[in-house]
């Protein structure tokens, strides 16, 4: 009677863990699955994300407020006829006419000091493609983000090409020139 009890307390106690077993594997399976369908929800954010990011015509950048480009879209690579490599972790005042450089440090001081901690206006660019100079409009933002240890601030902007809008202008008003001038 003793023996059957224990083989009895035995295997109630085995159909037990054999069950928890079952039950810890069958949720761990569960835990898995919402994890990849989570994992496949974030990436498929991120190609979006990308996609959108790469296939505006617009140029879209983050630079540093040194003015290290940090991050770029495609469109800044086909405006400059260069990899992502050749422009990332180089300085915006490269890029910049030599006759603008000197006002970088004015850009910089109107983003900090600004109320909305904004800057917009229209820059000249040289392209490297067919050097010539298109106008562009940009609006860059200065955004906070913690870091280690201190907030690190980074400025994203956009700049649209304007050039034919400018160059429209340009026309029209010398038209009015001359039909005044009859």
Do not use: C
């Not at 109107?110 to 820059?123: C, D, M, Q, Y």
């Amino acid at each position: 009677n003793i023996w059957w009890s224990v083989l009895m307390g035995t295997g109630v106690f085995i159909t037990l863990s054999l069950g928890l077993i079952i039950s810890l594997v069958r949720h761990q399976r569960i835990r898995q699955r919402m994890q990849q369908e989570s994992m496949a929800a974030i990436e498929e954010k991120a190609r979006q994300y990308s996609d959108l990011f790469n296939n505006v015509s617009d140029m879209v950048y983050v630079h540093s407020l040194d003015g290290t480009i940090l991050q770029i879209n495609d469109a800044v690579m086909k405006f400059f006829g260069l990899e992502s490599h050749e422009i990332v972790g180089h300085s915006v005042e490269s890029f910049l006419l030599s006759r603008l450089r000197p006002f970088y440090a004015e850009y910089k001081e109107r983003l900090r000091s600004s109320e909305r901690k904004e800057a917009s206006g229209i820059v000249p660019l040289r392209s490297r493609i067919d050097h010539r100079i298109y106008y562009f409009e940009y609006h860059n933002s200065l955004v906070f983000q913690d870091g280690i240890g201190a907030q690190q601030q980074t400025v994203r902007g956009i700049a649209r090409n304007i050039t034919d809008h400018i160059t429209h202008e340009r026309t029209l008003v010398r038209n009015e020139r001359r039909m005044s001038r009859l």
